[in-house]
């Protein structure tokens, strides 16, 4: 699979993300990056510890990334969990639903990234 | 390596990235690393810790808002109180909206969105940035004065007229203090600064509390631009309670030259000249430190620019005459002409007779004066030479120089050519120097005098006492004869203090050698006492106002026939 066939695969906007990073090089760095990297880690300690200002540094952090590499998806999904969680002082369970659908969507991505070529 | 990227390297500035995120980082620091050399922060405190090492190579910095240790609104209080940093630009970049008004009163000054925008959108953003922040580091370098901080004069002309755009009319001040020159030899350098920026500080406060701007043009000339007043007295208060915080003895006081309600018509830099040239115009003895510039004043300017102009023709055409004042020897039985002072008369064609209260202080300001004493210098050598013609013993004739004369190049050079080309000795012509400039040249001045004593001239202290006259004067200076300024005789009958101080300075002169002069002597009064108490010469009407060449000659012939 290419970098351009990933981008379709995800549902990703591979045009803008070629327009950010400029050469396919970079972007297959970062995607490497990406799935090297631990984003749902601090989301799921946030959750473990029902501590809501984690959840939303984690959320904002993976939303942040997701944005610049293009993953539509993955950072929609972010975004969400971002406002619901942003400002919060009580934690709230209903986040935790946000949280699976997240999850499957960044592990899918994670998959993805691992069969590019 | 070619030209360009050495051009390119020196040019490169220097921008830190403060972004948790490896890949943000990243792709950040890829598409600005072609232009910039790049540093990296991952939060708040670490760029705090780059900044400390590095602070003079940074142009901007990109900062991310939330981020674990530090979070950039911590980091933007932090830089915001603190000097140093302060004023290096800031983008923050933010994927909220929400955040920008916070960040922007925090001092952001421009937002970068995350997700990135168009690589173009940042690399511009960027750029404007650090262009501007190096614009205004430009200004801020050469707007100010280089020692008090005020706006310089191109700057402070340049906002007065962005200040009259928006209000209709204001006053334009010139303020100068009074002897500051003067001040600056007794006090010392420092210490003179020191009180130019504390005066400098009090003109801020009042440009602010007025709505205007206060600017330094040099040395103690500053300017303030402010909203019209009725009354002016408290600038003069403000700026006299600073110099009399630090120095409670000095005779120093502010004197404000005012140019009321000025508006854009009026010609700025022309305005800001003449509020200077008014504040100068207020002379110690005065009863007021204000002066406006009125049409009075202009006409004045005029003339003065008149005098100036013709300056040059009148030593062509030999419009300067020289008269001369006798000095009386009285030590005798009868009062016999023991000398001269050369005075200088301006006959002009025109205007006819010029009063060297008119033109003399004005050539001291503009240096023409050096030429003026040395054509005097001149015309009495050739009158002593005259004056030989019919006459043994030709009385020694004083002449004056101005302090700025002692920075002619060779100065006794040049007088010993004059003396040489008429054929006259060095003991026919004393020279007078004033005690101010005694004061205010001290070192310059006292090595030229003791040059030319040495080659045989003789000095005269004239208008002692008329100053800062100091007891020390008479002691450190080079000086054969002091000339007592007509002030004692004018107030002579006042009290018995002005006799008896008159009588100690002429003991201490004759104890030092020297010879003593009493300028001003007008009443038998004053001549009978002066004898009494051993005074060798006096200068006043009582016994001859200064007359030309050739009555002086006739004077003298008589005398010298009288002897015979």
Redesign the interface.
């Known amino acids: 699979m290419t970098i351009k066939e990933f981008y379709a695969v995800i549902n990703g906007n591979y045009e803008d993300a070629l327009k950010r990073m400029m050469y396919d090089m970079l972007i297959s760095k970062m995607l490497k990056k990406f799935s090297e990297g631990s984003y749902l880690t601090m989301i799921n300690e946030g959750i473990q510890e029902k501590d809501i200002k984690k959840v939303f540094t984690g959320a904002h952090t993976l939303k942040g990334v997701a944005g610049n590499l293009s993953f539509t998806i993955l950072f929609d999904l972010a975004s969400e969990l971002c406002e619901k969680t942003r400002g919060k002082d009580e934690y709230n369970n209903e986040i935790e639903t946000d949280f699976v659908a997240l999850k499957e969507e960044y592990n899918k991505t994670i998959q993805l990234i691992n069969e590019i070529q | 390596m070619n030209r360009e990227d050495t051009i390119n390297l020196l040019v490169k500035k220097t921008i830190l990235i403060v972004e ?5 980082r ?2 950040l620091s ?2 600005l690393e072609d232009d910039y050399n790049i540093l990296t922060a991952t939060n708040g405190q670490e760029a705090l810790d780059v900044l400390n090492n590095e602070i003079n190579k940074i142009s901007l910095i990109l900062l ?1 808002l ?1 981020m ?1 240790v530090m979070d950039g609104y911590t980091f933007l209080k932090i830089k915001r109180d603190n000097e140093i940093i302060k004023d290096i630009p800031l983008i923050v970049l933010t ?1 909220e909206k929400s955040a920008e008004v916070e960040c922007l009163n925090l001092g952001a000054m421009e937002f970068i969105t ?3 925008e ?2 173009d959108v940042i690399k511009v953003r960027v750029r404007h940035l650090i262009e501007l922040y190096e614009k205004t580091v430009i200004i801020k370098q050469s707007s100010d004065d280089g020692l008090t901080n005020l706006y310089n004069k191109e700057f402070f002309m340049t906002y007065a007229k962005q200040l009259l755009t928006y209000n209709n009319e204001m006053d334009l001040i010139g303020i100068n203090l009074l002897n500051f020159s003067i001040l600056t030899e007794i006090i010392g350098k420092t210490m003179s600064e020191d009180l130019l920026k504390s005066v400098a500080e009090e003109l801020k406060a009042i440009a602010r509390q007025y709505n205007g701007i206060a600017g330094r043009a040099y040395d103690d000339d500053f300017y303030l631009l402010i909203t019209p007043q009725n009354n002016y007295d408290f600038i003069n208060d403000r700026i006299n309670n600073v110099i009399q915080s630090k120095f409670t003895t000095l005779h120093t006081r502010s004197r404000l030259g005012i140019y009321p309600r000025v508006t854009l018509e009026n010609e700025i830099n022309i305005s800001c000249d003449r509020v200077i040239q008014c504040a100068h115009m207020i002379h110690s003895q005065e009863q007021t430190d204000i002066k406006f510039f009125d049409e009075n004043f202009n006409k004045m300017t005029l003339y003065h620019q008149r005098l100036i102009t013709d300056f040059d023709k009148a030593i062509a055409e030999d419009q300067f005459v020289i008269y001369f004042q006798p000095k009386f020897d009285i030590k005798g039985e009868k009062p016999v002409v023991g000398g001269a002072e050369a005075l200088v008369r301006w006959i002009h064609p025109e205007l006819g007779f010029i009063s060297p209260g008119d033109f003399i202080p004005l050539f001291e300001d503009n240096g023409l004066i050096s030429k003026l004493d040395l054509y005097v210098f001149e015309r009495v050598c050739r009158h002593i030479v005259d004056f030989r013609k019919v006459m043994k013993k030709v009385p020694t004739i004083s002449v004056n120089l101005s302090r700025v004369d002692f920075y002619i190049e060779n100065l006794s050079t040049v007088i010993c050519d004059l003396i040489k080309k008429y054929n006259l000795q060095p003991n026919c012509i004393n020279i007078e120097v004033t005690e101010s400039a005694y004061v205010s040249e001290t070192n310059h001045l006292v090595e030229k005098v003791k040059e030319l004593q040495d080659l045989g001239f003789k000095f005269e202290i004239d208008d002692f006492g008329s100053g800062y006259s100091s007891v020390y004067t008479v002691v450190s200076m080079p000086f054969d004869v002091l000339k007592l300024d007509m002030v004692f005789m004018r107030n002579f009958n006042q009290n018995d203090k002005v006799k008896t101080v008159v009588a100690r300075m002429i003991d201490m002169v004759k104890s030092l050698n020297g010879k003593v002069v009493a300028e001003g002597v007008e009443t038998s009064e004053q001549y009978n006492y002066l004898k009494d108490n051993n005074c060798d010469y006096i200068q006043g009407y009582y016994l001859s106002k200064p007359i030309p060449a050739d009555a002086f000659l006739k004077l003298i012939v008589s005398e010298e026939k009288n002897d015979n």
């Open positions: 948790d995120d490896e890949i943000n990243t792709i890829a598409i991310d939330i674990p994927s995350k997700p990135f168009e690589i």
